[in-house]
Structure formats: structure tokens, C-alpha cells
């Protein structure tokens, strides 16, 4: 399968935060299905249609995700053509927490000011369709949500999708790595830490509910930002003290995305620390790189040593020794157990013993001795024939 420049980003200069958001409750005030959808289906209570659809998948062993697509297109029938124009429609009946219309321009533009650039995703169990529908659809580099798949006459005929708490998951790992496409079977490859595209230092999570603690735990875990939400006219914070108590959330505000309250705050201080932490992960880098060029050199010399050991223990001619030798003493350290093999050869190897008093010869072993202790019995023949 061929992919899009859309479906693998590769990592930039710049730094990317991305924030990753829920979507009913956290940036809309309900259910996006019961905001017109199930009313046009002939229900008064949305609450009948949810019990129906939750006793469909507790007698089934389904999916609940799965169970309320099912009761959307079932229940469809006579009432509605089912269609992806129609959930698009649906979708844009849908109403947006205060200040999410203005939310993105604004954290992109604060982002841009200090050298981060962000980005926005929707990971939810709602519909991708309907997702699409919204006014602030075009914000987000990828909606990964439920979705349908549609006949050629745009008829919903079988679930293409089906997001639900648990796999939510794997999409943060798409995002960390770059890889896009549901499809693509590459997240699963090995990355090394500076080769992923959004570490996840550098992501958030915002969401709701118990449904979002399995995105939140990851992201938290692994030493990114989870922000719990609630809704800013019920100011009811039940779940986020209890997402909060378990450890699953770092932060909790009011689904309240205009500029100057505690969310927008709160993702301001994030691109804050971002830009010091990658500034401190660049000098970190730097660092290493340093390190483990240093480490390299001393292997490659090692090396080099341990193979020129060798080489004078097998010479055999007294102008190989001198040859070999004079590349010895271009080195200027020396382990111990290094010198005692340097020793055992001058005494055991004809070809080196008969040169020892020759004045590179003596010079080379003079330095090597010198300040080395030793009192085995080759060190000690090797300084008492060098004089």
C-alpha cells in the first residue's frame, strides 16, 4: 500500500506537542448522538435508547460500542435514510463547549510564539461521521473515532471501526511514532527515543471519564500531561477527584476553552515546559553524542592495542618486531593485564627478547614499567634485562 506524506510525518526540526482530546463531554456537552440523531429516530428520552442499546450488548457479550451502531442503523429503518450525508448533517447540529471554536487557532498560535508546534487529535468512542460534521472538524490532524462503512450510494452497511476504552491505546503510539494509518502495521516497529516523532513527554490528554483512563494512564506513565474536564455549568468534579485520586489524571479544569481560564492556562504552562524539556533533551543529546563518541574512540583503540598484542606475539623477524613496536609506542596507556602480556612476549618471544636493549625497544618498555609495580616474574626479567 502506498502512503501519503498525510498518513507517515517524519520528525521535524521543530518540537511537536500533541494534544489528544475525547469528545462527548469534553469538548461537547453531551453524547454527539443525542443531540438530534436519536430524536430522529422517534425517541423523547435519549437515556431509553442507551439503556437499549447497553442490554443489547450485556446479553450478546457485544461490544457497547459496537451495539449502539447497531441500534443507530437498525433502528434507522422507516425513519431515515442511513447514511454518512446524514450523520455529517447530524454532526453538525452538535454543540461545542464555551471557547472551543476559538480553542485551536489560539494554542497554535501560543505554540508558534515559543517554538512548539502543536498539534490537535481526536481519539473518541462517538462517530467519526458525525465528528466530520462539527464546525472544528478541519482542526485536527487525524479524528480517530468509530466509524461505518458505506455502500457506493453512501449507505452504512458494517462497522469499519470500532474505538473503544481499551484500544484507544494504540492510536497515542500512531501518534508518537508518526504512523497514521489504522491500517499501518509499522507502529509496531522498533523506534529508537530520538527517532519518535512526538515522545510522549510531549503529549496530552484530555477527556472526561472512566472510559478515557486508559490513554490518561499511559500518557501519564510515560511522563506526559492527562487533564481531566467537567462541565463548566454543572460544575459537578465527582469524577475528575476520583480520576485524580487513583493517579490518572495530573490536572483537572472546567471544559471552559476560552482564553484566560484554567484549561487555557493550563496548556500555555504545558508549551511552557515543553520548550524546557526539549531544549534540556537537546543538551542531554549533545551530551551523549559526546559520550558515546569518546566511548567509540577507546573501543577503536582497545582494539587496535589488543590486535597489535597479537601481532608481536606471532612476528617472527627482529624488522617485523621494529615495525610492530614503533606501533605500540604511538600508545600511551596501558592496562595492567595489557602490560603483563607485553611482558610474557619480551621474555618468551626470541624475536623481542634478543632487541630489548635496541634503544626504541628499550625506550617503549621504560615508559610502559614505569610506576608499574608488578612483581611477576616476566616484569621482573623485562626490567632487569632493559637495565
Same mark, same amino acid.
Given at each position: 500500500?502506498?502512503?501519503?506524506?498525510?498518513?507517515?510525518?517524519?520528525?521535524?526540526?521543530?518540537?511537536?506537542?500533541?494534544?489528544?482530546?475525547?469528545?462527548?463531554?469534553?469538548?461537547?456537552?453531551?453524547?454527539?448522538?443525542?443531540? &438530534?440523531?436519536?430524536?430522529?429516530?422517534?425517541? *423523547?428520552?435519549?437515556?431509553?435508547?442507551?439503556?437499549?442499546?447497553?442490554?443489547?450488548?450485556?446479553?450478546?457479550?457485544?461490544?457497547?460500542?459496537?451495539?449502539?451502531?447497531?441500534?443507530?442503523?437498525?433502528?434507522?429503518? &422507516?425513519?431515515?435514510?442511513?447514511?454518512?450525508?446524514?450523520?455529517?448533517?447530524? &454532526?453538525?447540529?452538535?454543540?461545542?463547549?464555551?471557547?472551543?471554536?476559538?480553542?485551536?487557532?489560539?494554542?497554535?498560535?501560543?505554540?508558534?510564539?515559543?517554538?512548539?508546534?502543536?498539534?490537535?487529535?481526536?481519539?473518541?468512542?462517538?462517530?467519526?461521521?458525525?465528528?466530520?460534521?462539527?464546525?472544528?472538524?478541519?482542526?485536527? *490532524?487525524?479524528?480517530?473515532?468509530?466509524?461505518?462503512?458505506?455502500?457506493?450510494?453512501?449507505?452504512?452497511?458494517?462497522?469499519?471501526?470500532?474505538?473503544?476504552?481499551?484500544?484507544?491505546?494504540?492510536?497515542?503510539?500512531?501518534?508518537?511514532?508518526?504512523?497514521?494509518?489504522?491500517?499501518?502495521?509499522?507502529?509496531?516497529?522498533?523506534?529508537?527515543?530520538?527517532?519518535?516523532?512526538?515522545?510522549?513527554?510531549?503529549?496530552?490528554?484530555?477527556?472526561?471519564?472512566?472510559?478515557?483512563?486508559?490513554?490518561?494512564?499511559?500518557?501519564?506513565?510515560?511522563?506526559?500531561?492527562?487533564?481531566?474536564?467537567?462541565?463548566?455549568?454543572?460544575?459537578?468534579?465527582?469524577?475528575?477527584?476520583?480520576?485524580?485520586?487513583?493517579?490518572?489524571?495530573?490536572?483537572?479544569?472546567?471544559?471552559?476553552?476560552?482564553?484566560?481560564?484554567?484549561?487555557?492556562?493550563?496548556?500555555?504552562?504545558?508549551?511552557?515546559?515543553?520548550?524546557?524539556?526539549?531544549?534540556?533533551?537537546?543538551?542531554?543529546?549533545?551530551?551523549?553524542?559526546?559520550?558515546?563518541?569518546?566511548?567509540?574512540?577507546?573501543?577503536?583503540?582497545?582494539?587496535?592495542?589488543?590486535?597489535?598484542?597479537?601481532?608481536?606475539?606471532?612476528?617472527?623477524?627482529?624488522?617485523?618486531?621494529?615495525?610492530?613496536?614503533?606501533?605500540?609506542?604511538?600508545?600511551?596507556?596501558?592496562?595492567?593485564?595489557?602490560? *603483563?602480556?607485553?611482558?610474557?612476549?619480551?621474555?618468551?618471544?626470541?624475536?623481542?627478547?634478543?632487541?630489548?636493549?635496541?634503544?626504541?625497544?628499550?625506550?617503549?618498555?621504560?615508559?610502559?614499567?614505569?610506576?608499574?609495580?608488578?612483581?611477576?616474574?616476566?616484569?621482573?626479567?623485562?626490567?632487569?634485562?632493559? &637495565?
Amino acid at each position: 500500500m502506498n502512503k501519503t506524506k498525510n498518513d507517515i510525518k517524519a520528525k521535524g526540526k521543530m518540537p511537536v506537542l500533541a494534544i489528544c482530546y475525547d469528545f462527548d463531554k469534553t469538548l461537547s456537552p453531551n453524547d454527539m448522538q443525542a443531540q &438530534g440523531y436519536i430524536q430522529s429516530i422517534g425517541y *423523547e428520552n435519549t437515556d431509553d435508547f442507551w439503556q437499549k442499546s447497553n442490554e443489547l450488548a450485556k446479553k450478546n457479550d457485544m461490544d457497547q460500542n459496537l451495539a449502539y451502531m447497531y441500534q443507530m442503523k437498525k433502528e434507522a429503518e &422507516g425513519a431515515l435514510l442511513f447514511t454518512k450525508k446524514t450523520l455529517i448533517e447530524q &454532526g453538525s447540529k452538535v454543540s461545542l463547549f464555551p471557547g472551543v471554536e476559538g480553542w485551536f487557532s489560539r494554542v497554535n498560535e501560543y505554540g508558534k510564539s515559543k517554538g512548539i508546534k502543536v498539534e490537535h487529535y481526536i481519539i473518541s468512542s462517538g462517530l467519526k461521521e458525525m465528528i466530520e460534521g462539527t464546525k472544528i472538524a478541519d482542526e485536527f *490532524e487525524r479524528i480517530y473515532a468509530s466509524s461505518f462503512y458505506f455502500n457506493k450510494r453512501g449507505v452504512a452497511e458494517w462497522p469499519a471501526q470500532v474505538v473503544n476504552y481499551t484500544n484507544k491505546t494504540q492510536f497515542l503510539f500512531r501518534i508518537e511514532k508518526g504512523v497514521l494509518d489504522v491500517n499501518d502495521p509499522s507502529v509496531n516497529d522498533y523506534f529508537k527515543e530520538e527517532e519518535k516523532r512526538i515522545p510522549f513527554r510531549n503529549i496530552v490528554y484530555i477527556g472526561d471519564s472512566d472510559t478515557d483512563i486508559p490513554c490518561m494512564k499511559l500518557v501519564n506513565s510515560l511522563g506526559g500531561h492527562s487533564i481531566g474536564v467537567y462541565d463548566p455549568t454543572i460544575k459537578e468534579k465527582a469524577k475528575v477527584y476520583k480520576m485524580m485520586r487513583e493517579g490518572r489524571i495530573k490536572y483537572f479544569a472546567e471544559a471552559d476553552y476560552n482564553e484566560g481560564t484554567e484549561i487555557d492556562k493550563l496548556i500555555k504552562m504545558i508549551i511552557d515546559k515543553t520548550l524546557a524539556n526539549e531544549r534540556l533533551e537537546t543538551f542531554h543529546n549533545k551530551n551523549q553524542e559526546e559520550n558515546d563518541k569518546v566511548s567509540n574512540d577507546n573501543n577503536k583503540e582497545e582494539i587496535n592495542k589488543n590486535a597489535l598484542i597479537i601481532e608481536l606475539m606471532n612476528s617472527f623477524s627482529f624488522a617485523n618486531t621494529h615495525i610492530i613496536l614503533k606501533k605500540i609506542s604511538l600508545f600511551t596507556t596501558w592496562t595492567d593485564e595489557q602490560k *603483563e602480556k607485553l611482558c610474557e612476549i619480551a621474555i618468551n618471544n626470541s624475536q623481542v627478547r634478543l632487541i630489548l636493549k635496541d634503544d626504541d625497544v628499550r625506550s617503549f618498555f621504560d615508559a610502559l614499567l614505569e610506576g608499574f609495580e608488578s612483581t611477576t616474574e616476566n616484569v621482573t626479567k623485562v626490567k632487569s634485562e632493559i &637495565g
